[in-house]
């Protein structure tokens, strides 16, 4: 078992959704995130998760044993050293869906940060 990511959806008003669990997805999360971010709604983070989830299910090779795309209940709060506590070997990803940020958590506080424009999300 190895290469484990969480994605978590969260937007200003503090929502924060369940985690997409990505098995075997970790080297290709951050692609995931922006093929994934047409998809998504500014400011609304229960709808952007279940895009995300989608396209995570349709990029992952069933030709390949252990890849798989699940949910698990998410965080309580977003405090980095909460985050690492999930027992991923990739991370948790917490997308801003309000704002595009989107950070990588691992067990040493953010790993990696990328950027999206709000404006390329689904109206």
């Known amino acids: ?59 992952a090779d069933p030709g390949r044993r252990g890849v798989s795309v699940g949910l698990f209940k998410g965080p309580r709060n977003l405090k980095p050293g909460t985050l690492g506590k999930f027992g991923t070997d990739a991370g948790v990803w917490v997308i801003n869906v309000s704002t595009g940020r989107c950070d990588r958590y691992d067990g040493s506080g953010c790993a990696e940060t990328i950027e999206l424009d709000p404006l390329q999300f689904h109206l």
């Open 1 to 59: 078992m190895g290469d484990r990511v969480l994605w978590v959806c969260t937007d200003d008003s503090g929502t924060i959704t369940p985690a997409v669990y990505g098995h075997d997805a970790g080297r290709c999360s951050a692609e995931t995130i922006r093929k994934a971010a047409g998809k998504f709604r500014k400011d609304d983070a229960a709808y952007s998760i279940a895009a995300l989830c989608r396209v995570a299910h349709e990029e």
